[in-house]
């Protein structure tokens, strides 16, 4: 089984049992719905298919990615475009002119202002702004290509002034708990406090269970990372619009320094858009596809999304089959991940960071009993070569460490912490699954209080 974890965006390519249960056989960990096209019904439909996919020892997570503030271009009849061509953006939701674009929000010609650059569909459009004003703006098309209705519009560099969570992502939000989800990926933040919003609503609804991924998509986020991080149970590279604010050759370091940060805060991070794109449409991927998947690997990644590989193309089955037969090749050889201290704050951290030498210096396995997925956090932060196996009494801690790299999960709700007997019960329930052979040496850990890791004991497998 592969270290980094597999996510799988699911749309009407992929949403029959059939192929979920295709891919869940070639690695997926992990399924995100895309609330930019709900469907309650089939969304309802799709996360109990998920639960019936699931075992103990294969948890799968189901993420709820909102739309957040976007705006979408309005109704109109497809249209081509050449460099040079001009159309005009209209403040209405319809238009039948000829090379005018309705944008049905007045938000649109607040913040557009000659000499900017408006993107369509995350950039495969682009249009220089010549003349702006309150309900109309003139662009200049830069790229070649088809103008279609209702794709998102966005100005190069600039926030959308509306509130990160939208009236929709409300309905949504209260959904998702309902219909239980296990985590939430945020779109568009841009600060801490997005975040903390998000915490509070999902407190409100006593669903403080479900987790939090930010998405690291605007230059306001990025460059708030650390205190987003903090806040936020995982990270998300959103590279499709991230290009909205950087050029195309930045995303690589950016991509790297949100990994690596996220790492530095023991959070996992997930990089996501246009993985394996080219298997849309073929059942192979290219060679520049493999090095991307193979660089994401060694910088350190916990997980890797696919988008429209998976819910819009032709082949969703042979992405999975792709992505984790390029994971398992790129896990070959070492990460090129730099050593990272332990916070000398945090003396967890620093017996976590101890269990992973002593594990290496006797070349052992780890066990840990995590109750809520802060001791697998911060193992997983030292990336023990390993591995590292997380017991856990409780489901929605087994579907958050099933996102973090190198965790092999365990979910069994006859554990507990105040066993006396927790470690040998673990050890034998280890090896009835294989994951421990006779002879090994195993450390084990967890925390006699909640949040702690404090409890350190090695013993080697030997027959009962
Ligand atoms: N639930 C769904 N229903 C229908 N189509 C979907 C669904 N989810 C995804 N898709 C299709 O798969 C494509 C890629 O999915 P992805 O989640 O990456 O969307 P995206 O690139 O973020 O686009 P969007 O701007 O539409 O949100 C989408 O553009 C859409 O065509
Ligand atoms: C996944 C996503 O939202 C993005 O890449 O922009």
Excluded: C
Excluded at 238 to 244: E, H, I, P, Q, Y
Excluded at 295 to 323: I, Q
């Amino acid at each position: 089984m592969a270290k980094v974890k597999l996510v799988a965006t699911l749309g009407p390519s992929s949403w029959s049992e059939e192929t979920m249960k295709r891919m869940v056989a070639e690695g997926v960990n992990a399924f995100r719905l895309n609330f930019s096209h709900v469907d309650y019904a089939r969304f309802e439909e799709l996360a109990k298919q998920v639960r019936r996919l699931e075992t103990p020892l294969r948890p799968l997570t189901l993420i709820a990615d909102l739309q957040g503030p976007v705006i979408r271009l309005g109704e109109f009849a497809p249209f081509q475009v050449r460099p040079g061509d001009r159309v005009t953006f209209t403040l209405s939701s319809k238009t039948e002119e000829k090379y005018a674009v309705p944008v049905p929000n007045g938000v649109f010609f607040e913040i557009v202002r000659e000499g900017d650059e408006v993107l369509v569909e995350g950039g495969r459009l682009a249009f220089r702004i010549v003349d702006a004003g309150p309900e109309k703006a003139v662009g200049e098309a830069l790229l070649e290509g088809e103008v279609k209705p209702r794709k998102t519009v966005t100005v190069r560099g600039k926030d959308i002034p509306l509130p990160t969570i939208t009236e929709k992502d409300l309905r949504d939000i209260e959904f998702s708990v309902k219909a239980g989800f296990d985590a939430i990926a945020l779109s568009f933040v841009r600060s801490s406090s997005d975040v903390q919003r998000l915490r509070d609503i999902l407190f409100d609804y006593g669903a403080e269970d479900v987790k939090i991924i930010a998405k690291i998509e605007t230059k306001s986020a990025v460059e708030d990372l650390d205190s987003i991080l903090q806040k936020s149970d995982a990270a998300l590279v959103a590279r499709g619009d991230l290009a909205n604010f950087y050029g195309l050759e930045e995303i690589y370091s950016i991509q790297r320094y949100i990994i690596s940060r996220a790492r530095r805060f023991g959070k996992p991070s997930i990089v996501a858009t246009q993985l394996l794109e080219s298997m849309i449409s073929n059942p192979l991927p290219t060679r520049s596809e493999v090095v991307d998947v193979i660089t994401a690997v060694r910088m350190g990644a916990d997980a890797l999304l696919l988008a429209g590989e998976t819910a819009a193309g032709k082949y969703p089955v042979e992405s999975v089959y792709w992505l984790r037969r390029i994971v398992e090749e790129a896990e070959r050889e070492p990460l090129e991940v730099e050593d990272v201290a332990p916070d000398k704050s945090d003396l967890y951290e620093s017996i976590a960071k101890g269990v992973v030498s002593l594990a290496e210096v006797i070349s052992g396995k780890i066990i840990a009993f995590s109750e809520k997925g802060n001791t697998a956090r911060r193992i997983s932060k030292f990336r023990p070569k390993a591995g590292l196996i997380v017991f856990t009494n409780d489901p929605a801690t087994a579907r958050y460490v099933n996102m973090i790299y190198g965790v092999r999960v365990v979910y069994d709700p006859s554990l507990s912490k105040a066993d006396q007997n927790l470690f040998s019960k673990m050890l034998s329930k280890a090896l009835e699954h294989n994951l421990v052979n006779l002879g090994d040496l195993v450390v084990f850990t967890s925390g006699r209080r909640r949040g702690s890791t404090d409890l350190v004991s090695v013993e080697r497998v030997k027959s009962e």
